[in-house]
């Protein structure tokens, strides 16, 4: 395989649990630096997923990092379970239980219903404490931690999709359900919401992101692979690809000189026929 990390690369990555995308942009970097024997590699991710969830990271690096925001507006999908009847701060596992409620008077239909009703369509969220939202300039989760009040704006986004794919009740409060979303939606604060609409309580115990824009997670490669694809590969060097690219843009201002002689030409002839 040849890479082109200077002009270039994507690696759709199904991040293991317990990864940060950071740890996954990280560990890629080091790995170009090692091989094409230079620091500045440019590497960057679209779309932050927890280190409790896996699924979907995709993963930029050189030139093409400038479409990271393209890359991170598609539609995205997730599996989720949800423990219902216990809160967390995070609202995930990443802290412990906090509180416990009633679960009991909660039913299929009870939960068909207020997702349906409630969490369709356009829905406004506040994003968890523990999250990289700035407040005062500062990412949340790091007042979060300090036990500090975290006061986050709701944040207006979109659920396509939401179904229940299984469900407990009545006998486990257990719910595992897909979401297709915009960009944005934080599952674990969904999670919360859901637990309040159904008066009680309720925390995400498992995430997957199975789906952003054409990607689905079926298609990606694990980090492992993808390691492993960096370590066997042959690379263009970064003069080669400087090279290239100064070709490259000769290539289309010769293109873009002929088009534009093309065009003059065609408008002389056009004032030419006016004249006759």
């Not at 030139?63 to 997730?78: M, N, S």
């Not at 005062?136 to 036990?147: S, V």
Request: aromatic fraction near 4%; charge should be positive.
């Amino acid at each position: 395989m040849l890479l082109n990390p200077i002009e270039g690369e994507i690696f759709n990555i199904d991040k293991p649990l317990g990864w940060t995308s950071f740890a996954a942009v990280k560990k890629i970097r080091a790995r170009l630096r090692d091989k094409l024997k230079q620091k500045n590699i440019k590497v960057g991710h679209a779309g932050t997923l927890d280190p409790l969830a896996t699924g979907v990271l995709t993963v930029v690096t050189g030139r093409r990092t400038k479409e990271i925001e393209q890359l991170q507006a598609g539609v995205k999908e997730y599996v989720a379970d949800i423990r219902l009847g216990e809160t967390t701060p995070s609202f995930d596992m990443e802290t412990e239980v906090d509180a416990t409620m009633e679960w009991r008077h909660i039913t299929r239909e009870k939960v068909a219903e207020v997702l349906q009703r409630q969490f369709t369509g356009e829905i406004e969220q506040v994003p968890p404490s523990f999250s990289a939202c700035k407040v005062d300039g500062k990412p949340a989760y790091k007042l979060a931690r300090k036990g500090e009040d975290v006061n986050i704006r709701p944040k207006r986004l979109v659920i396509d999709e939401i179904e229940i794919l299984e469900c407990g009740l009545p006998d486990v409060p257990t719910l595992k359900v897909r979401v297709v979303c915009s960009k944005g939606t934080y599952i674990r604060a969904l999670a919360r919401d859901i637990g309040v609409a159904l008066e009680s309580g309720a925390h995400l115990t498992g995430l997957r992101r199975t789906r952003v824009g054409a990607v689905r997670v079926e298609d990606c490669l694990s980090m492992d692979r993808v390691l492993g694809l960096l370590e066997e590969a042959t690379y263009v060097t970064p003069q080669d690809a400087e090279r290239q690219r100064i070709e490259q843009e000769r290539i289309e201002n010769r293109r873009r000189h002929a088009a534009m002689m093309e065009a003059r030409q065609a408008r002389r002839a056009r004032r030419s026929q006016i004249k006759d």
